[in-house]
Each structure stands twice: as structure tokens, then as C-alpha cells.
Nanobody
């Protein structure tokens, strides 16, 4: 019923920038928190950034380099990434805490988008 679709991933040089976007669609009544997570090969999925109302939260490894933002009218969340490092290479997943059209809460995940930082 609810889909999250990420876009904007790709290959970027160290020190470069990339902007990820996630669009939620389907049977949505409202969305509470939204966020980005990532998973590198052989590692656990980790939180990158979340945004809830006017509050944001960032992993220490990305703080000062990444910025998360939302457009509530469009049900989208973006992640602007600057000063990218090879260690940022991972599959990035969009996450949303959704109240669906049946007024039921559900935690939704996107399919992931690959970000590769390499020279």
C-alpha cells in the first residue's frame, strides 16, 4: 500500500557532493518521522540522519557534512551530502514512520540506492 522510492545515488569522487531524495506514495494519511540509514558490505545497517518535526539527528560520522530535510506537502525527504569519503560508500535506505489511510501505523523502508565514493 505504501512505497518509498530513493533516487540520486551513484558514483562520486572523494570530496564531492551528492543529493539523495526519497518519495513516499500510496495509502498515506500522514507521516511522522523520516530518516536515512545505510549499510556497507559486511556491516550492520546504521542510522545516518532522522528528522521529526523541527528536530534533526545525525550520526557522529556524518555530522557537519550531511543535511537532512523534508517537504511535508510532497511526502519527500532529502539527504544532501558534502565532503564525501570512501567510508561513506554504502546502500542508503529511506525510512518513514507512516500512518496509512486506514489510520494504522507502519514503519516503511525503501529499496535502497547505492552510493559509491571512489577515485
Amino acid at each position: 500500500q505504501v512505497q518509498l522510492v530513493e533516487s540520486g545515488g551513484g558514483l562520486v569522487r572523494p570530496g564531492g557532493s551528492l543529493r539523495l531524495s526519497c518519495a513516499a506514495s500510496g495509502s498515506i494519511f500522514s507521516i511522522n518521522a523520516m530518516g536515512w540509514y545505510r549499510q556497507a558490505p559486511g556491516k550492520q545497517r546504521e542510522l545516518v540522519a532522522t528528522i521529526t518535526g523541527g528536530s534533526t539527528n545525525y550520526a557522529d560520522s556524518v555530522k557537519g557534512r550531511f543535511t537532512i530535510s523534508r517537504d511535508n506537502a510532497k511526502n519527500t525527504v532529502d539527504l544532501q551530502m558534502h565532503s564525501l569519503k570512501p567510508e561513506d560508500t554504502a546502500v542508503y535506505y529511506c525510512n518513514a514512520d507512516i500512518i496509512d489511510s486506514d489510520y494504522l501505523p507502519r514503519l516503511s523502508w525503501g529499496q535502497g540506492t547505492q552510493v559509491t565514493v571512489s577515485s
